[in-house]
């Protein structure tokens, strides 16, 4: 019954991991599409403001963002990997403890042991791609914001002259940050759990020793 609970748990896990990887996945994915695969994480720019054609000196300039330079597409990309990396994983895992859920019966511990070092292999990179995305995020907000008035999520509806879509960046992101941190803290608990399987498995073995000496003594005293 201990052990039915225990599995139950995990599979819950592996499917809040599954769904949290779905979240992440696709605004990263529609973001990637509406800047053409270009990447913001990190993307250095300023705001520089075009003189009207015709006048002589002061006002009424137009303003438009101009992006200095354009961080590397592998920022991206490695956030999204990890993102489906998660989504792919904790989907056969949820098969696979759902499986030994129905047949009432756990994995040996050389595979349990391969599975805790998995998960701590995603569990690493998921924070690495949530600390990529939070900070590089953060830096492209601070460069959009400079001398301006309006907060981040209010300029995604401004027109920055990019010949982008960039009406909905601030939401694809704060998605995709949410997606991947809860993704963090789910992978966090089944690498727990997969410590107390380790260190489970033994006792439960000498538990049944224990059991079998028990039985042997009033047989042997006959």
């Known amino acids: 019954m201990a052990l039915d609970n225990f599995l139950f748990g995990q599979c819950i896990l592996y499917f809040l991991a599954f769904l949290f990887g779905f979240i992440s996945v696709v605004p990263l994915s529609e973001n990637s599409d509406d800047f053409q695969g270009r990447c913001l994480l990190f993307t250095e720019g300023r705001w520089r403001k075009e003189n009207a054609t015709g006048g002589g000196g002061g006002g009424g300039g137009k303003e438009s963002f101009v992006v200095e330079e354009w961080a590397p597409e592998s920022s991206c990309r490695f956030v999204t990997f990890v993102g489906i990396a998660s989504l792919i994983v904790s989907a056969v895992q949820a098969w696979r403890t759902f499986y030994y859920l129905c047949k009432g019966h756990d994995d040996n511990r050389v595979r349990v042991l391969l599975s805790l070092l998995a998960s701590s292999a995603l569990l690493c990179l998921l924070f690495v791609a949530g600390t990529l995305s939070t900070l ?52 966090l608990v089944l690498v727990l759990l997969e410590l107390l399987r380790v260190s489970w498995g033994p006792r439960r073995g000498e538990k049944l020793g224990l059991l079998l000496v028990q039985e042997k003594e009033p047989l042997l005293s006959l």
């Open 136 to 187: 590089g995020f953060s830096s492209w907000c601070t460069a959009l914001r400079a001398h301006r008035p309006l907060s981040c999520e209010e300029l995604q509806q401004t027109d920055l002259e990019l010949g982008l879509d960039n009406s909905s960046f601030y939401d694809q992101f704060a998605i995709a940050q949410v997606g991947l941190w809860c993704s963090w803290l789910s992978w």
